[in-house]
């Protein structure tokens, strides 16, 4: 059974570095793309980053660029989203996602319907 838990949110300051861990405690997926998104009060849920679970292909929204990072450890079936630089509006909970089968379209990274398996998410505040 696949369940992804998420950890590592917590409350920084701006400024400050979090990184989140996502990992598949059931040890049963083996997917094809895994996406960090986030969903901050009254807004919808948007993907931050994602990338293909062989390597090769990232994905990051403009708002984070050059400020995240999302990498995975595919011994520990993991995958990371180092997060530098924070600030107020990257406060929401996060969550990752993992799909099972092939996207062939890169703009289907940052859609949230084309991920299988979410997990609970975790609660990232950035303070002024």
């Known amino acids: 059974q696949v369940q992804l838990v998420e950890s590592g949110g917590g409350l920084v300051q701006a400024g400050g570095s979090l990184r989140l861990s996502c990992a598949d405690s059931?040890?049963?997926?083996?997917?094809?793309?895994m996406g960090w998104f986030r969903q901050a009060p009254g807004k919808e849920r948007e993907c931050v980053a994602a990338?293909?679970?062989?390597?090769?292909?990232?994905y990051y929204a403009d708002s984070v660029k050059g400020r995240f990072t999302i990498s995975r450890d595919n011994a520990k079936n993991t995958v990371y989203l180092q997060m530098n630089s924070l600030k107020p509006e990257d406060t929401a909970v996060y969550y990752c996602?993992?799909?099972?089968?092939?996207?062939?379209?890169?703009?289907?990274?940052?859609?949230?319907?084309?991920?299988?398996?979410w997990g609970q998410g975790t609660q990232v505040t950035v303070s002024s």
């Open positions: 990338t293909r679970w062989s390597g090769g292909s990232t």
């Open positions: 996602a993992a799909r099972k089968s092939i996207m062939r379209v890169s703009s289907r990274y940052y859609y949230p319907n084309s991920y299988d398996y």
């Open positions: 059931g040890r049963t997926l083996s997917p094809y793309a």
